[in-house]
């Protein structure tokens, strides 16, 4: 085998969505963008429907499309950039229900599409996406007076309970829903841990289903193995990888192993992140490469077929942590060539 292989551990995923269904007293949606977080769409949205999920985001109209031919006719699949230029034939076709985030998103639905449902995004504070409180205010009647099935908006610092945009994004979001004729939806993984007032009716994880934070008690859910392509030794003195950057300082075991940053193992790696001979740190020397990277086994008796990147002893934020970046990024990275392996329930 040359290429890495991930496991997915879909009754992981299961866990993860009941035990976040479970802090809350309302409706518990998963949030499947991005290709499920890179773990697949397909999978991950079957199992949690299974589980008893009946909501489903995406970002944009064309992972919709693909997630309705997997789930069938039943659940609801919600896309966040409401109703693009363009939109109306994959929006009826697959029936999904736009999350509609300006006044002339509301009209093109309306009138591409009279009587077909939607969802309504409002701007709380975070001013990336959703009506602002005049835009609503304008077209707040005429929404309502249709099949409108959420109301919704986003936190920026949700994962920072103490922030004060917290209160301020839920005093806003609450002006703007009172009395509203829908379900109302504030929170995803960070807003479910800051409490029952962030809850409302309908809340929309994403990161947390896939053991990333801020839900810091989750179930590990990806664990990625790299082959060994090939050992050498080195003497004090020889270099490793492009531009020289790692120089042996002892008699060094070198293991060149098969994945890179075309595999989303990012190039900001080169030098920090670290592999592991089950709970043996084996540190990546030199720069990470289009394909390969290279790793320092000298502390290893034996050099094993392959190392993981992922697993018991890294999760997927402590190797965010050690690229600088967010474990959410690391997901969404994982790359096209891994041999995806789904285990436990389908
Ligand atoms: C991505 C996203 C979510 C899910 O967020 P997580 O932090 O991954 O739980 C929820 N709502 C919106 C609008 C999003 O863009």
């Given amino acids: 085998m040359g290429t890495g292989t991930l496991h997915i551990d879909l009754d992981a995923l299961a866990a993860n969505w009941r035990a976040l269904d479970a802090m809350t007293a309302c409706e518990t949606a998963a949030v499947v963008k991005a290709d499920g977080y890179g773990l697949g769409a397909v999978p991950v949205a079957r199992r949690l429907a299974r589980e008893g999920a009946r909501r489903f985001f995406v970002a944009v109209a064309e992972e919709g499309a693909s997630l309705r031919n997997a789930l069938g006719e039943g659940p609801e699949i919600c896309v966040f950039s409401g109703h693009m230029e363009g939109d109306a034939a ?3 076709g697959a029936r999904l229900t736009p999350m509609l985030n300006s006044p002339e998103q509301l009209s093109r639905h309306r009138h591409a ?3 077909a449902p939607y969802g309504v995004q409002l701007d709380s504070g975070m001013n990336r996406l959703g009506m602002e409180p005049a835009d609503w205010a ?3 009647a005429e929404a309502e007076a249709g099949p409108l099935r959420i ?3 986003h ?4 994962d920072e309970p103490g922030h004060p945009a917290n209160e301020a994004q839920l005093r806003r979001f609450r002006e703007m829903t009172e009395g509203a004729g829908a379900p109302r939806s504030l929170s995803a993984t960070g807003g479910i841990l800051l409490g029952a007032d962030y809850h409302f009716e309908l809340t929309r994880p994403g990161v947390g289903l896939y053991g990333g934070l801020p839900f810091a008690d989750a179930t590990p859910v990806v664990s990625l193995s790299l082959p060994v392509i090939q050992v050498r030794d080195l003497a004090p003195g020889e270099t490793v990888g492009y531009g020289c950057s790692f120089t042996a300082t002892r008699p060094t075991r070198i293991a060149t192993v098969a994945a890179g940053y075309a595999d989303g193992l990012i ?3 080169s030098g920090r992140a670290t592999l592991f001979a089950g709970a043996t740190p084996c540190p990546l020397a030199g720069r990470v490469s289009m394909d390969l990277l ?5 502390d290893l008796a034996e050099v094993p077929g392959s190392l993981d990147i992922l697993g018991p002893s890294q999760g997927v934020d402590d190797l965010a942590g050690a ?3 967010i474990g959410y990024e690391i997901l969404t990275s994982l790359g096209s060539r891994y041999d995806r392996r789904h285990t436990g329930e389908a």
Avoid: E, F, K, Q
């Fill in 323 to 325: 690229a600088g970046t």
């Fill in 294 to 298: 290279t790793v320092d086994v000298t």
């Fill in 113 to 115: 599409l009279p009587g």
């Fill in 90 to 92: 994959i929006l009826a």
């Fill in 155 to 158: 936190l920026a610092c949700a």
């Fill in 138 to 140: 304008a077209v707040r």
């Fill in 151 to 153: 109301v919704m908006s």
């Fill in 267 to 269: 190039r900001a790696m």
